[in-house]
């Protein structure tokens, strides 16, 4: 709608994980660079972890871009047991016949995969995504899936992503041999200030947008509404570019970012840190300077 008004190839701040728009940040990078080296170091379980919208799914997307001959990957997208046994999903995930089995001839065929694989010349890795899900049973069924590794070699790696629910089941005494197999953690935290504005100027580059269609004090405002989460920080995005096209802006400024984050406060379905009481530009300006600023020099605020 506000895409070609804004010289826009196209939506710069959708809420789909798509890696064509994954912006490094130090952490994001680390992720990365710490998923291939569980890879390439043939690491049993790799986690990824993060707070809802921290941008893992992304991450996985980017790391499932790139041509990879020797493995063969399989993905859950969602491991809610309300859809079925864990089994069913990894026989699907890798395109497995299902057809009348029960979970002890999935077991079987599973195995006879990899062992198939493996003889190829490939690990098989199965991604499960949404794994704060997975019930401790799930989980140990997944370690005890991982024990036809041999010697050498480790046939199948497991990459578990998930909220941080998933690290409060796996601190569970009873899961203590399952903890001792992840060889790589990765924990996705909010971006900082300065990577909020390079995280919103990388997009619009993206789609060939004005790295200064959001100015510094916008972008200033996006992070102390969205606290530098990345899909917060997408969806106030999108909806201050509604909202600075409906009033024929050239460029969005911190009254467009403050009025659309309290538009939204005022539903009472807000995701956003809420808009001060009795606020003004001078008093919200103070409040975002103290969230933005180094943590050395100011107090928090709440």
């Known amino acids: 709608m506000y895409e070609s008004y804004y010289g826009l190839s196209g939506k710069p701040f959708s809420l789909l994980p798509d890696a064509d728009f994954l912006y490094l940040s130090r952490r994001h990078r680390l992720a990365i660079n710490l998923l291939e080296y569980g890879m390439l170091t043939q690491a049993g379980f790799i986690v990824i972890s993060g707070e809802v919208g921290a941008g893992k799914t992304t991450v996985i997307r980017r790391y499932l871009k790139d041509d990879r001959p020797d493995v063969t990957m399989g993905v859950i997208a969602n491991s809610s047991s309300s859809f079925g046994s864990l089994l069913t999903w990894v026989a699907t995930a890798f395109d497995i016949e299902r057809q009348g089995c029960d979970d002890a001839e999935l077991h079987d065929?599973?195995?006879?995969?990899?062992?198939?694989?493996?003889?190829?010349?490939?690990?098989?890795?199965?991604?499960?995504?949404?794994?704060?899900?997975?019930?401790?049973?799930?989980?140990?069924?997944?370690?005890?899936?991982?024990?036809?590794?041999?010697e050498k070699d480790q046939i199948l790696q497991i990459i578990l992503v998930g909220q941080p629910e998933l690290l409060e089941t796996l601190s569970r005494p009873a899961l203590r041999q399952f903890v001792q197999r992840i060889s790589v953690h990765c924990h996705l935290t909010p971006l900082s200030m300065k990577d909020t504005t390079g995280y919103i100027r990388h997009r619009l580059s993206v789609v060939g947008g004005a790295p200064m269609l959001f100015d510094d004090e916008s972008c200033g405002a996006v992070h102390y509404f969205s606290k530098g989460v990345p899909r917060l920080i997408n969806l106030l995005c999108d909806v201050a570019l509604l909202y600075a096209f409906s009033d024929e802006l050239p460029q969005i400024g911190f009254d467009t970012v403050t009025e659309a984050a309290a538009d939204r406060n005022r539903t009472g379905l807000s995701p956003f840190r809420p808009v001060p009481e009795g606020w003004c530009r001078e008093t919200l300006g103070a409040a975002i300077e103290a969230v933005t600023a180094p943590r050395a020099a100011v107090a928090p605020v709440p």
């Open 109 to 150: 065929r599973f195995i006879h995969f990899q062992l198939e694989q493996y003889a190829k010349g490939k690990r098989t890795v199965l991604i499960i995504d949404e794994a704060q899900n997975l019930t401790p049973a799930a989980l140990e069924d997944l370690r005890m899936l991982s024990n036809i590794n041999n």
